[in-house]
């Protein structure tokens, strides 16, 4: 059996079924304290097909446009997402772009084509898996307006389904380590202070 993580924070968080509650997609529960605090607020979701998946949300106190800036610099992923062995971009326009990854795994690495779409150009981009491993990937960047002018709140989603069973015990503890990681690492990357892999 194979584990496979993509290239923001991996498949075992977008399968963060276990816990007792889970948000339908759409739905928002915004955790203010935790976030302008400087956390990192996680929680499982649930696609309306019945798809697994989270929600991390973070804030960030840089504009809008430096966000979007990083959520589309292709060149420095690997910098900012450790998972990522190697990218390749495909495709790219105003409208998206066609992205392959390499990404390592726990015991394995996995490849497979993304179609990214911007579909609100500095505010929101979604995803889906085109080809290779996995059976389904799909999720989202999005960047919200706050009560501070200075920070954003940068909301990311993923579900997807890797045709296997996955242990429960690992999906749990790795995928909300992984998560808050993931967070703290692209705000410090967005803010100007890159950590050290």
């Known amino acids: 059996m194979r584990y496979a993580w993509n290239p923001w924070c991996g498949v075992a968080i977008a399968l963060i079924m276990l816990t007792s509650t889970v948000s339908p997609a759409g739905t928002d529960t915004v955790d203010w304290e935790t976030l302008f605090a400087g956390g990192v607020s996680i929680e499982p979701m649930q696609h309306p097909d019945g798809v697994a998946g989270l929600r991390a949300s973070f804030m960030v106190a840089t504009p809008r446009e430096r966000i979007w800036a990083a959520l589309t610099d292709y060149p420095n992923f690997p910098k900012m997402f450790p998972d990522i062995h190697a990218l390749r971009v495909l495709t790219e326009d105003e409208r998206g ?101």
Do not use: C, N
């Open 97 to 197: 772009a066609d992205i392959a990854y390499e990404v390592k795994a726990l015991f394995s690495t996995y490849r497979y084509v993304l179609q990214r779409r911007y579909d609100d150009p500095g505010r929101r981009l979604t995803w889906r898996r085109l080809s290779g491993d996995l059976k389904r990937m799909e999720g989202s960047w999005e960047i919200r307006d706050t009560t501070r002018p200075t920070s954003q709140m940068v909301v990311y989603e993923s579900y997807v389904d890797i045709g296997g069973i996955v242990p429960m015990a690992l999906v749990r503890s790795e995928a909300m380590r992984h998560a808050q990681a993931m967070g703290e690492r692209l705000r410090l990357w967005i803010e100007g202070r890159p950590t050290a892999h």
